[in-house]
């Protein structure tokens, strides 16, 4: 289905409603722009905390499927809805997916390589001659198939073939896609590769005999239009059952004798004589490097370039050269800028017709590249520059434009250091054979060879040929292996995975011997996520379809070890402090990941030893210095990696920095200004500028950055505790109290907590009397790792209550009506939270920055807050719009975006899920606990600790509570087991199997509390039961 007939269909259906079944029939315009009433009701509210159904996507829903189906930070590759693999990002390229302007519209995602599976099934009227064909998830000829189910539970996805639309099949056919994803174990989990594994099934009452056909183009550094095509060769390799097709690229070899290189253009004239030049953004003649307000410009030769940025990405214009005649096998450019095809571009012009084209990749670097022009040999030719593009990267780069036969090193291919080398593999176990077909005559005439080398526009398709046979009933599981090895990245530190593998061929081997305990975990896992908890299907999905984010483009696990991340996939370096703050799902799931961010950068090379400052994105004095949210959250961070460790030996390792960390946020605090405050002394309040998430800077005392700065007090005083200091620990808890006290007097008007502006401070980017949704960010921490409430706990749910009245509209287009949104995130009838609103009156005319946009990041954050309030009706409308919005028909239910795709923020969804769960976790202590927060009588979900992870559960009857913690992999070292009780608890007990084990109740002020008298090891298949009764 293309575009428009989806559009056709969409609107036919009325898939856009808001909130989707949940919604009124038709949501009434408000007298206010977002009205109170949200007009949701008890049976909608009922409906979304039902158990419900599996979801299936089905017709019109799959259009925006795209799952990530790689390895965690190996890369971006998708799964779309009818089982095909696009969305090729596997190697070491920047792929830049903007700042936001474009993100939200809808989007079907490229089928970059000819790819698929083919099945043939022998006509038992005459074998061997005539053969049944289906095609299953082909690219680009499409498949046989419209009756498609896809079941998207990451890390697998299930689809379900149908009826084909011409001649019955005697099979039932099932494909899962997927790589393995096992937590706690983050080697296995970040494998560059995706396993498709097939099951066939004998639906008919007679044997069968067939073959499952997979190909897969050889697409390393597949070229743009108009670029020199790499040698390519395919090879079959056989080791044991598995045979594999290596894809790789070969040095291409020289001309016998070249002639020397014709510069046409170096731009180092103070004009462009003998250019035609239209509007102003070209200026009279090349730039001299960058333009004052621009990024630095790198990469050109001498000292001039083409540079349109002209200090103003809004101005268009283009130049023509004159005419030149072409005499050489190539012409090499260098070019920056902009990736906007068609708008900021380079174009070759013959005959006056555009034969090829280049952009640049959005940033400022200019690389070499090269055009084939061997075609036109002999003809007139002109270059044109073109810049019709105003906006974010609405410029181009361009600088020495040569005609050359022999290229230089830096586009010859391959190159050991370029970010294209490396190998694709495509490996199955039986007995294959190696084809490279031309897709019409696939698979029956194809040529099979051993090895095939091609260069030029044709594709060179790999592909094999599994066997099979099925007896009525029978059925078959057939994998096939995709693997890619690209050892080099753009930022220059290499890929984790090229620590274990040589090539993809090696790759492969490894799933093939490992496949039957890789996917046993895996299926474990996606088990005891999605089929074995309680949580109602819907919110079980979304609320870890964003920790799909791992398995793309958005997170990089380098060679020496350092887990770093893009706020989106290309946009926004440096595993930014204040953005990643939000994300909690690569911490809880993957440790050591997150603790090496932790000490690798935060503590590493953001770490400005003389004053403890923590550089927001990652490098010191890289012009990106301090943030207020960002310094205590790396202080909150810190903490919960410690909770994630098994021992002491992380903290006490890490412990003087991060205490230094700290004590540059007080030395913030010491800078007061505060009416009252005394000067020199810290009082709990930060005041003086705060740089901050929203790219701007809050002056004076606000509760964004002033409840983080608490929680990290309070968490640098539970870190002091452990480390044996008790004078420090009792100075940040009271330098967190004095803050409480200013802040519950000063700071809480009207229902909810607001900013107080300095009066000598300009109002711009301010947000002051404004209802943040993000107002009590730090409160939430405070509860996602066990620590004291901070402020009082009736005016936190009331703020919470006013960010739910005040800011969540059940469709967003009224109030953008008014009010536009820098960026759109959420459109007409759907529902979402915006960044900030003014209840009261009091908007300034240049408030707080991205005000009227809706993040998914921040709703998270805000339901689970609420979420630990107790406030769980309000928690869910809002996830439930999330899920409404990203739903499959126009927005990829895996891809919430922001600035840029797949963005780290919304990884906050995990977070909703300890909430709902109530978890608390103190791995160095041996401390576990739950306290639901949604079904509480009969509850189950997954749950991790340190080295080992399960199914939790709660049971409820009248004065008796049952909670089991069940280990599924790895092992749990239990000393203190936590839960509430719906009733005083007077006794309890603890056993393991039909061991009693020795404990004893104890108080608590996070419910009731049970120490056994020694540490206990719970191994993989036992688990720990405890009952508490009244």
Not at 141 to 161: H, K, L
Not at 318 to 343: M, N, Q, V, Y
Not at 513 to 523: A, Q, S
Not at 875 to 890: E, F, H, S
């Amino acid at each position: 289905m293309d575009r428009r007939d989806f559009l056709k269909t969409a609107g036919a259906t009325g898939v856009l409603a808001g909130l989707g079944a949940l919604a009124p029939a038709a949501i009434r315009l408000p007298a206010r722009l977002i009205p109170e009433d949200k007009g949701i009701t008890h049976e909608m509210l009922a409906a979304l905390k039902r158990r419900g159904e599996r979801r299936f996507y089905r017709g019109p829903q799959r259009f925006a499927l795209g799952m990530p189906c790689g390895g965690v930070a190996a890369g971006q590759l998708y799964v779309l809805g009818d089982g095909a693999l696009g969305g090729w990002h596997v190697d070491g390229r920047q792929n830049s997916t903007g700042w936001g302007s474009d993100n939200y519209k809808v989007r079907p995602h490229p089928r970059e390589l000819t790819q698929g599976f083919t099945l043939l099934i022998e006509d038992p009227q005459a074998p061997g001659t005539h053969w049944i064909e289906a095609r299953l998830a082909d690219s680009q000829r499409g498949g046989s198939f419209d009756d498609i189910e896809f079941v998207g539970e990451y890390p697998v996805a299930e689809i379900r073939y149908g009826k084909p639309r011409e001649q019955p099949l005697p099979v039932e056919i099932v494909l899962r896609a997927g790589s393995p994803f096992v937590p706690l174990n983050a080697k296995d989990s970040a494998l560059p590769c995706t396993v498709l594994r097939f099951t066939l099934k004998n639906t008919s009452q007679q044997p069968i005999r067939g073959r499952l056909v997979g190909f897969l183009e050889n697409g390393i550094d597949k070229p743009e239009p108009g670029e020199i095509p790499p040698l390519r060769r395919n090879r079959a390799l056989t080791r044991g059952e598995l045979s594999t097709v290596l894809m790789e690229m070969l040095p291409q070899p020289d001309p016998p004798d070249p002639r020397p290189d014709r510069m046409l253009f170096d731009f180092e004239s103070p004009t462009y004589a003998n250019w035609e030049v239209k509007g102003a953004a070209f200026g009279q003649g090349p730039a001299k490097g960058s333009f004052p307000r621009q990024n630095k410009v790198s990469g050109f030769e001498g000292a001039g370039l083409v540079n349109s940025y002209a200090d103003d990405d809004d101005l268009l214009g283009e130049i023509l050269s004159e005419p030149f005649s072409i005499d050489r096998h190539f012409l090499t450019f260098l070019i920056g800028g902009g990736a906007h095809a068609k708008r900021t571009c380079l174009n070759l012009l013959v005959d006056g017709n555009v034969v090829a084209t280049a952009t640049g990749r959005n940033n400022e670097q200019l690389s070499p590249r090269a055009w084939d022009v061997r075609a036109w040999a002999g003809k007139q030719a002109r270059i044109q520059v073109v810049d019709a593009q105003k906006g974010p990267w609405g410029h181009i780069n361009v600088d020495a434009l040569r005609l050359v036969d022999r290229l230089p090193a830096s586009l010859k291919r391959p190159a050991p250091d370029s970010l294209t080398f490396g190998t694709l593999a495509l490996a199955a176990a039986g007995a294959p054979s190696l084809r490279v077909p031309h897709l019409a005559t696939l698979p029956l005439d194809a040529d099979t060879r051993d090895s095939a080398e091609q260069q030029g526009a044709e594709p060179l398709v790999g592909a094999l040929s599994a066997p099979f046979s099925l007896a009525p009933g029978e059925s078959r599981e057939i994998p096939f292996i995709v693997a890619w090895h690209f050892p080099n990245l753009h930022t220059a530190n290499g890929v984790m995975y090229a620590n274990w593998f040589s090539d993809a061929a090696e790759v492969a081997a490894y799933v093939h011997d490992n496949l039957d305990r890789l996917f046993r975990d895996t299926d474990l896992f996606r088990k005891t996520w999605y089929e074995d908890t309680t949580l109602p299907w819907w919110l079980a999905l979304r609320l870890f379809m964003p920790t799909a984010n791992l398995a793309t483009g958005t997170a990089q696990w380098w060679k020496n070890g350092r887990f770093w991340g893009w706020e989106g996939v290309g946009c926004c370096h440096g595993t930014c402090t204040h953005v990643w703050n939000y994300s909690h799902a690569e911490a809880r799931l993957f440790p050591e990941l997150a603790r090496s961010t932790r000490v690798m950068q935060d503590l590493g090379t953001a770490f400005d030893e003389a004053t403890g400052r923590v550089a927001f994105r990652g490098e010191v004095n890289n012009g990106f210095e301090y943030a207020g949210d960002g310094q205590s959250g790396t202080v909150l961070k810190c903490y919960r990696e410690h909770l994630c460790s098994p021992d002491d030996s992380w903290l006490k390792a890490n412990w003087p920095r991060i205490r230094q960390v700290l004590e540059y946020q007080i030395e913030r605090d010491a800078m007061s200004r505060a009416a009252g405050a005394m000067p020199g002394e810290p009082d709990g309040i930060i005041d003086v500028t705060q740089h901050n998430t929203y790219d701007i800077n809050f002056e004076g005392p606000n509760t964004f950055v002033g409840s983080l700065y608490l929680a990290s007090l309070l968490a640098g005083a539970a870190m002091a505790r452990v480390m044996g200091d008790a004078t420090a620990a009792e100075r940040y808890r009271s330098i967190a109290r004095r803050g409480r006290n200013f802040t519950e007097s000063h700071l809480f008007e009207n229902g909810y907590f607001i900013q107080r502006i300095p009066e000598d401070a300009s109002p711009r980017w301010q947000y002051g009397k404004g209802c943040l949704s993000d107002q009590l960010f730090g409160q939430n921490w405070a509860r996602s790792v066990g620590l004291d409430t901070l402020y009082d706990e009736e005016k936190v749910r009331s703020g919470l209550r006013a960010v739910y009245r005040h800011n969540w509209a059940p469709a967003v287009g009224q109030y953008n009506a008014k009010f536009p949104p820098e960026r759109w995130f959420a459109e007409g009838r759907e529902g979402g939270l915006f960044v900030c609103t003014w209840p009261l009156g009091g908007r300034a005319g240049e408030p707080v920055r991205y005000r009227d946009e809706v993040w998914t990041g921040c709703e998270y954050q805000a339901a689970g807050g609420m979420i630990w309030e107790n406030l769980l009706d309000e928690a869910l409308v809002i996830v439930k719009a999330v899920d409404d919005r990203y739903d499959g028909t126009t927005h990829n239910p895996w891809n919430e975006v922001e600035c840029g795709d797949h963005y780290a923020r919304a990884m906050a969804s995990y977070g909703v899920f300890q909430a709902l769960c109530g978890f608390s976790l103190d791995g160095p202590a041996g401390e576990i606990g739950i306290a639901p927060k949604l079904a509480p009588d009969n509850f189950a979900a997954f749950f991790s600790g340190p080295q080992g992870w399960g199914l939790a559960t709660q049971h409820r009857e009248t004065l008796s509570q049952t909670n089991k913690f069940e280990v599924r992999w790895g092992s749990l070292r239990v000393r203190t087991v936590l839960a509430q009780a719906a009733f005083p608890v007077k006794a309890a007990a603890v056993s393991i199997g039909r061991r009693v084990v020795p404990a004893t109740l104890q108080p608590s002020d996070r419910g009731v509390s049970l120490r056994l008298a020694t540490d206990l090891v719970v191994q993989t298949g036992e688990t720990i039961e405890v009952i508490w009764t009244g």
